[in-house]
């Protein structure tokens, strides 16, 4: 190296400005090349020490690239990379555009999970965990616009709920305004609760919001709605179908 700076404590190497302005210390790492081209490495900070042979390992690094070097139109992306039994592997990226990848090269979306591939079984990417173990404790994801605050959002949540785990919906009434309210929940026997039930009676279990109406115009008791696909004089309403398998059904119909 050109420069290589020693000591025996970890009190190696300190940049200080006694500036008086808003801005603070800048460490730039500039590849002055007279023929720049895409894909091109510009610069890495590596994190290297010793293995139990005695041997300089790099155990992990960060690594910047010149994606496209058009003037004008210049694109960039960071990649960040760590050994595993004893091989160096990009790990995470982030793109010219802001998306993050995790374990994947080309991110599409603002997070782009990546796992490796099976065929028998269903594969763990995402996990967001709350440590405390109390009932009704959980995690939610938030799905919506503006600050995807709850009075802008849908919400989808799972959660111990005493016995088992349960996973609930939310949405909101009145945008930015109101906050999440509980409208589904799958409870830990798989059970079905619509609306907010105190409990649940039956595999679906439906919470009504209203009462018995006789006006044409009005409602009746607000909770299941069962409509053809297709309207029209002569044709069948809908229908509830009963039965025990096979062929023996017997049906409600309007």
Do not use: W
């Not at 999970?113 to 967001?128: D, E, F, K, M, R």
């Not at 995807?148 to 959660?159: E, P």
């Not at 004089?233 to 229908?239: L, P």
């Amino acid at each position: 190296y050109q420069t290589q700076i020693e000591a025996t404590d970890q009190n190696v190497l300190r940049l200080v400005t006694d500036s008086d302005d808003a801005n603070g210390v800048e460490l730039v790492l500039q590849k002055d090349s007279a023929s720049p081209a895409d894909n091109d490495n510009i610069g890495n900070i590596y994190f290297q020490g010793n293995d139990d042979g005695g041997n300089a390992t790099f155990f992990a690094s960060m690594e910047a690239f010149s994606d496209d070097v058009s003037n004008n139109s210049e694109n960039g992306y960071i990649r960040f990379r760590t050994r595993n039994d004893g091989t160096m592997a990009e790990r995470v990226r982030i793109s010219s555009g802001g998306n993050l990848g995790i374990a994947r090269t080309n991110p599409q979306y603002r997070i782009h999970l990546h796992t490796a591939p099976t065929n028998s079984t269903q594969v763990t990417g995402l996990c967001i965990a709350n440590d405390a173990s109390n009932s009704g404790v959980g995690a939610k994801i938030n799905l919506g616009a503006g600050n995807g605050y709850d009075s802008t959002s849908a919400g989808i949540s799972g959660f111990y709920d005493g016995t088992g785990t349960s996973l609930s919906l939310f949405t909101t009434a009145s945008y930015a305004s109101s906050g999440h309210v509980e409208r589904l929940r799958i409870d830990n026997n798989g059970d079905i609760l619509i609306n907010s039930p105190p409990e649940a009676s039956g595999r679906l279990t439906i919470r009504g919001g209203g009462a018995y109406t006789v006006s044409n115009s009005g409602k009746a008791l607000e909770g299941l709605d069962i409509q053809p696909a297709t309207v029209g004089d002569g044709n069948f309403g809908g229908a509830i179908s009963l039965g025990c398998g096979g062929n023996g059904r017997s049906a409600i119909a309007a």
